[in-house]
């Protein structure tokens, strides 16, 4: 495996002691081996930050890969830039040697990070108090687990697929890998990396509390800890409590379960982990269900200030404490101190930015009439002449069209201005630029810039929401609720589009909320829009199992004359390509991985 093989020997790097001596006597070596961590806890801790410094879009907004997909294109063409290579990817040249999704080295030093955490922790002091021990070390452990988890999930996503006849997950490394380790090992099969999946996750579930918070009397001590001998609630607060917000707790583990059922029992993986629990619809649905009933079932779902434009809540990011939580998120990155970065990359160039994330005419399309009805719908009042009027508002709230007001200015489309189709190396390529995610009250003029704070959400509720809507949809169909929730499929896409779109009835919903076949496709489309721009759709297109034509949608933007106010709106057109082979359904093992190791077998056509 490609790694510091070094992790288990030395855990900081030499940091040498320099004086006016130095050109006279050697520098002391500070190296630091494992013993040293035992009585320096906060050296120890080093070691789980490894693992969350290592937690997929840890920080930023996102990866973006929808540049990857029929939903957006980049204008950026520097080398070896992130949506360069994802570009590069979409249009054929997708290796194993070249692979912009590549998570294999990565995720597996996270993993061996953690199983060293795991070996080591109950060799370490972290208080004089050994009940206060005792607490400290099972949250290490829950998260460690925890992480492990959500490593492992993520070269399931990555790099599980087909070979010779098998569907093929991870080798799986439980302990610490040594000089005298055998890396040369098979990829266990996809329904071994799930269970496996699953037993990290009890193992962490059951070390943490639901959420990181201060309890006020010895009465509130959790029963496992009573047991244990637990007398001082002071002690608990100090190991488990509010301070550790932002740490994986027990409801992140429940939603990290939702989506590893959800990926398991989805068509491109369903055929490979059968004969068990690990890839069933209900499973996943139940899981699900967990998380929702925990935030009050559908009255839960956040409303549209809070659940649909999070990231431009100025009061809400404005006013965050250490740790806490929006009303949306589940799991969220640190508040990052105030900044401009990804207002600089895409806000359009009449605003100082560089426009890098372009949707397409396909993703706008996909947005509904304000009735509910997709466009295509003899139903809707779409107008092609007028195409941005009357249509669901998540529209204008996620995409710059033309004639957009962004910070007081119109956004002018037709070629007027810098904002036009290709008229700079960073205008539009597709008539749109992306507003979702951006704070609109940064300024990027360089006479009296603006920052604002930013957050990265890791999981939000609305994701949790739309995994139980997709597998109860496909478990029991749209309208059942056989488990006596006091919501179905039906009902949580009800709640979504009334928020998105606030209207009191939805007469297309309603149409075909008995139709399993018409609810599925909802559902995706439901899922397109709400997660848009956070690296979702690469992903749920493969682990639908998408046609080999829907996979090479070309990505298409918008004809446009005339003038901002009296636009002239001509056929879509081809911005770019997509070139994917039927076998791209599955991401490949890295090629020197497999040039390394004779037991770890290449997905099926992958070179």
């Not at 996909?366 to 466009?375: L, V």
């Not at 488990?483 to 009835?505: N, P, Q, W």
Request: aromatic fraction near 12%; charge should be neutral.
């Amino acid at each position: 495996m490609t790694m510091n093989r070094n992790i288990f020997v030395i855990l900081i790097l030499a940091v040498l002691f320099v004086s006016c001596n130095d050109l006279v006597d050697p520098a002391i070596e500070n190296l630091r081996y494992k013993s040293d961590t035992y009585n320096t806890p906060n050296f120890f801790l080093g070691l789980l930050t490894n693992g969350y410094a290592r937690i997929p879009n840890k920080d930023g907004y996102s990866t973006f890969s929808d540049v990857a997909t029929d939903d957006a294109v980049t204008n950026d063409q520097i080398a070896n830039e992130q949506l360069t290579r994802y570009r590069q990817l979409a249009t054929g040249q997708w290796s194993a040697s070249n692979n912009a999704m590549d998570t294999w080295t990565s995720s597996n030093t996270g993993i061996q990070y953690m199983n060293i955490v795991l070996a080591e922790v109950d060799k370490v002091k972290f208080s004089d108090d050994d009940k206060a021990n005792l607490m400290f070390k099972d949250r290490i452990k829950g998260e460690a687990y925890g992480l492990r988890a959500i490593f492992m999930y993520t070269l399931l996503q990555a790099h599980a697929g087909w070979a010779n006849g098998k569907l093929l997950g991870f080798p799986i490394f439980l302990t610490e890998e040594t000089v005298s380790t055998n890396f040369n090992i098979a990829r266990a099969d996809f329904n071994t990396c799930t269970a496996q999946i699953y037993q990290d996750l009890d193992s962490a579930y059951v070390r943490l509390p639901l959420d990181y918070t201060d309890i006020t009397s010895n009465a509130a001590i959790p029963a496992r800890y009573v047991n244990a001998g637990v007398t001082d609630y002071a002690a608990y607060n100090r190991t488990m409590g509010v301070k550790f917000l932002g740490d994986v707790s027990g409801r992140i583990v429940k939603a990290v379960r939702s989506r590893v059922a959800l990926l398991a029992a989805s068509p491109a993986f369903a055929d490979g982990s059968a004969n068990g629990s690990n890839g069933t619809w209900e499973n996943a649905a139940v899981y699900a269900a967990d998380i929702i009933k925990l935030k009050g079932g559908i009255a839960g779902l956040p409303s549209y200030s809070y659940g649909v434009t999070w990231y431009n809540n100025s009061t809400e990011i404005n006013g965050l404490s250490a740790g806490s939580n929006p009303q949306e998120m589940i799991w969220r990155s640190a508040r990052e101190d105030v900044g401009v970065t990804n207002e600089t990359n895409n806000f359009p160039p009449t605003l100082w930015g560089n426009g890098r994330i372009n949707p397409t005419q396909n993703l706008v399309d996909a947005f509904p009439d304000k009735n509910g009805y997709p466009i295509t719908n003899p139903s809707a009042t779409y107008a092609i002449t007028d195409p941005y009027t009357n249509r669901d508002p998540r529209l204008k709230a996620f995409i710059v069209t033309n004639g957009s007001s962004l910070r007081s200015t119109t956004i002018d489309i037709t070629g007027k201005t810098s904002d036009g189709i290709n008229k700079l190396s960073n205008s539009t390529r597709t008539g749109y630029y992306m507003l979702k995610l951006l704070r609109q009250d940064v300024n990027l003029n360089p006479a009296g810039q603006t920052k604002q704070y930013h957050y990265t959400a890791r999981i939000r509720y609305t994701e949790i929401y739309l995994n139980y809507a997709e597998a109860a949809n496909e478990a029991w169909g749209p309208l059942a609720d056989p488990k006596g929730y006091g919501f179905s499929a039906y009902d949580v896409i009800k709640a979504i589009r009334k928020r998105a779109l606030g209207i009191a009835t939805d007469p297309y919903l309603e149409s075909i909320k008995s139709d399993k076949d018409a609810m599925r496709q909802l559902i995706h489309n439901e899922r397109r829009l709400e997660l848009c721009f956070e690296g979702f759709r690469f992903w749920d297109l493969r682990r639908w199992k998408a046609s080999l034509s829907e996979l090479n949608t070309s990505a298409m933007g918008i004809s446009i004359s005339g003038t901002v106010s009296s636009p002239i709106y001509g056929a879509s057109v081809v911005v770019e390509n997509r070139v994917y082979q039927s076998y791209m359904l599955y991401g490949p093992i890295p090629l020197s991985e497999t040039l390394k190791f004779s037991n770890l077998i290449q997905n099926d056509s992958w070179k």
